[in-house]
């Protein structure tokens, strides 16, 4: 019953490096979601994905690129981190009906230095 | 534009009394989707409650229950006889139905006291 998976857990990364955050779900949702999480600023949407193949902006795009190569991973990629990019970030799924919950996985807290 | 507002940074409350958490949200969209998440110190995200916006009456689920105040654009949740284990970070989000993004707020910090 593994639900929302995403690796790794933890990461350091120096200024400039490039690294690919990986989640995967396994309850078949049709929408998958991206935020980071930081200090009085709550969870921010960075991208979205309302199905295989399709992505949109969220709130605080730049300097990610996500895919969504199938109906169960999301990928999330930082190309060149900054120390900005300091972050937790969560992985969400959710089945796009009214009235159903979103998922999320147990968080990667990523450190730029 | 899709908008999320928890104005209550931290707040206190006796064991065993009840609380409200704020929330207020701005969207065009008709169709929306309301919902509050609890994280514990543990970092997990734990959905509490829903309330969609051509729901009739406020959702309660167990202790939780949501004032939904259309007019107001308000979706306070109403934690009741809180409890020790109730002590976490409490977020509210809204999903609109046009554009599919669900969106969330600051966060408010919630510390019981016992």
């Known amino acids: 019953n593994a639900g929302v998976t995403q690796t790794p857990k933890f990461q350091v990364l120096k200024t400039g490096q490039s690294m690919t955050l990986q989640c995967a779900q396994d309850?078949?949702?049709?929408?998958m979601y991206w935020y980071r999480q930081d200090p009085g600023m709550g969870l921010r949407l960075i991208y979205y994905s309302a199905s295989e193949g399709t992505t949109d902006k969220g709130e605080v795009p730049n300097g990610y690129n996500v895919s969504r190569l199938n109906k169960r991973e999301f990928s999330l990629r930082l190309e060149s981190a900054a120390p900005s990019q300091t972050s937790v970030y969560f992985c969400?799924?959710?089945?796009?009906?009214?009235?159903?919950?979103?998922?999320f996985g147990q968080g990667t807290r990523l450190t730029v230095v | 534009a899709q908008k999320i507002t928890q104005t209550q940074p931290g707040m206190f409350v006796q064991e065993k009394e009840a609380v409200t958490l704020d929330c207020t949200y701005d969207?065009?969209?008709?169709?929306?989707?309301l919902f509050w998440y609890k994280q514990p110190s543990s970092g997990e995200m734990i959905f509490l409650i829903y309330q969609g916006s051509y729901d009739q009456q406020n959702a309660t689920e167990g202790r939780y229950s949501l004032n939904f105040q259309k007019a107001r654009k308000s979706a306070n949740l109403v934690i009741s006889a809180s409890q020790l284990g109730d002590s976490a970070m409490y977020f509210c989000?809204?999903?609109?139905?046009?554009?599919?993004?669900?969106?969330f707020g600051q966060g408010t910090t919630l510390q019981v006291k016992p």
């Open positions: 989000a809204m999903r609109e139905r046009n554009t599919g993004k669900l969106i």
């Open positions: 309850m078949n949702h049709n929408s």
């Open positions: 969207t065009s969209d008709p169709s929306y989707g």
């Open positions: 969400a799924s959710r089945f796009d009906q009214a009235g159903t919950e979103a998922f």
